[in-house]
C-alpha cells in the first residue's frame, strides 16, 4: 500500500468553479498534512497546512482533516486559469518516534480551462 | 526574508563523475531537507539535517550523501554517478523539521546525467 496516495488527474475544470483535490495516507500516527503547488518546471511552494481535524481556510483555499478516514482534501474555490498546476499532497509519516521529513503523493494535476 | 537558495542551478555530467550541490537555508532555519525529483518516482526524500547532524535518511545507496554546517546550510554529494540520477534535486528549509514545522522549497538544481 502506498504511503501517500492521490489521484494523477489531469482534473479539469472550468474557470469559476471548486477543484477538489484528495489525498488518503496510510499511517495513522501522521500528526501534520501539507498542500504543495508546483507549477511545470518550478518547485513546490507550500499553500496549506493542517494539523487537526476539521477545515482551514485561507482566502479560496479550503484543507479539510479526517484523520479517522486517513484522508485530507484541498478546495479552491472560484478555480483562475493561473491555479492550474500540479497539487501535491505531503505528510509527516512517524518512523520509530522520529519525525522530520515528508512523504509526497505523486501529485494531481489541474487545468483549468477559460 | 530572502528564501532558500539552490546552486548550481543546472548541472550537466557524464557517468562515473561526481557533483556537490549546495543549499542555504532561509535565515533562522536549522533544519535542511533534501529531496530528489523524478518523472516517474515524485518527490523522494534523501536525507534532513539538523544543527550539522543527520537526523533522518530516505531509502538511498550511499552514494548519497550530505552534511551541513554550523551557519545551516547544507552540501549533498552524488558520488559515481549513474545515468538514473537524472533529477531535479530540492532542498527545503523549515524552524526545527519536526513534524508541525512547515517546510519551504528552494528552486532546485536540475542534474542531467550523460
Not at chain 1, 31 to 59: A, C, H, T, V
Not at chain 1, 74 to 92: E, F, G, K, M
Request: glycine share 10%; hydrophobic share 30%.
Amino acid at each position: 500500500q502506498k504511503e501517500v496516495e492521490q489521484n494523477s488527474g489531469p482534473l479539469s475544470v472550468p474557470e469559476g468553479a471548486i477543484a477538489s483535490l484528495n489525498c488518503t495516507y496510510s499511517d495513522r500516527g501522521s500528526q501534520s498534512f501539507f498542500w504543495y503547488r508546483q507549477y511545470s518546471g518550478k518547485s513546490p511552494e507550500l499553500i496549506m497546512s493542517i494539523y487537526s481535524n476539521g477545515d482551514k481556510e485561507d482566502g479560496r483555499f479550503t484543507a479539510q482533516l479526517n484523520k479517522a478516514s486517513q484522508y485530507v482534501s484541498l478546495l479552491i474555490r472560484d478555480s483562475q486559469p493561473s491555479d492550474s498546476a500540479t497539487y501535491l499532497c505531503a505528510v509527516n509519516i512517524m518512523r520509530g518516534g522520529s519525525q522530520g521529513n515528508l512523504i509526497f503523493g505523486k501529485g494531481t494535476k489541474l487545468s483549468v480551462k477559460p | 526574508k530572502a528564501g532558500v537558495t539552490q546552486t548550481p542551478r543546472y548541472l550537466i555530467k557524464t557517468r562515473g563523475q561526481q557533483v556537490t550541490l549546495s543549499c542555504s537555508p532561509i535565515s533562522g532555519h536549522r533544519s535542511v531537507s533534501w529531496y530528489q525529483q523524478t518523472p516517474g518516482q515524485g518527490l523522494q526524500f534523501l536525507f534532513e539535517y539538523f544543527s550539522e547532524t543527520q537526523r533522518n535518511k530516505g531509502n538511498f545507496p550511499g552514494r548519497f550523501s550530505g552534511r551541513q554546517f554550523s551557519n545551516s546550510r547544507s552540501e549533498m554529494n552524488v558520488s559515481t554517478l549513474e545515468l538514473g540520477d537524472s533529477a531535479l534535486y530540492l532542498c527545503a528549509s523549515s524552524l526545527s523539521g519536526w513534524g508541525y514545522n512547515e517546510q519551504f522549497f528552494g528552486p532546485g538544481t536540475r542534474l542531467t546525467v550523460l
